[in-house]
């Protein structure tokens, strides 16, 4: 049985800004970026997820398997939703996330599952220290929009906490 906790947000971005944190326009910019990226990328992940799923028969391992999975989908769609709040402001960003998204569906099509697991293994290996780093300088990173440093703060947690799956 798996030890992760599926958690549904209601993230609220009601007239987000572009620079949620209007101190730190630069890091704003950056989250934002991942917010675009994390849509396709989380996608792309549960393709792959999904397909691995088939070559499984430990009982234990498919549990696992399906709830990083939905994990990762709960992310996706968070990130979509702040995508989409921002689009709303900013139409023209629309091409962004459509373009974000059909990257890695491209990125999907042009290679096997094994490939798909180990560039999953070798992003999800670089986050932690990444996302630890931002994690522990929160402090000075994040501010002005509280629901959209908590998207980035609670999503960082998750990917910390999954790694062990």
């Not at 769609?77 to 702040?82: G, I």
């Not at 697991?117 to 996302?131: D, H, I, N």
Request: proline content about 2%; charged content about 25%.
């Amino acid at each position: 049985m798996s030890n992760l906790t599926i958690k549904q947000l209601d993230w609220q971005f009601d007239d987000v800004d572009f620079y949620f944190n209007p101190e730190n326009r630069v890091f704003s910019a950056f989250m934002n970026s991942i917010s675009f990226m994390a849509v396709g990328l989380e996608r792309y992940f549960c393709k792959a997820m999904k397909d691995a799923e088939a070559h499984i028969s430990d009982p234990r391992v498919l549990d696992e398997c399906k709830m990083f999975n939905r994990q990762e989908m709960v992310h996706s769609k968070a990130h979509y939703k702040h995508c989409k709040a921002l689009i709303a402001k900013y139409p023209g960003l629309q091409e962004a996330l459509d373009r974000c998204i059909e990257m890695f569906d491209e990125h999907y099509e042009a290679h096997d599952l094994k490939y798909h697991l180990s560039y999953m293994g070798g992003l999800e290996s670089a986050f932690t220290p990444l996302f630890g780093t931002i994690i522990d300088h929160r402090d000075v990173l994040f501010g002005g929009d509280s629901e959209v440093s908590s998207l980035f703060l609670w999503h960082f947690c998750e990917e910390i906490e999954h790694r062990s799956s």
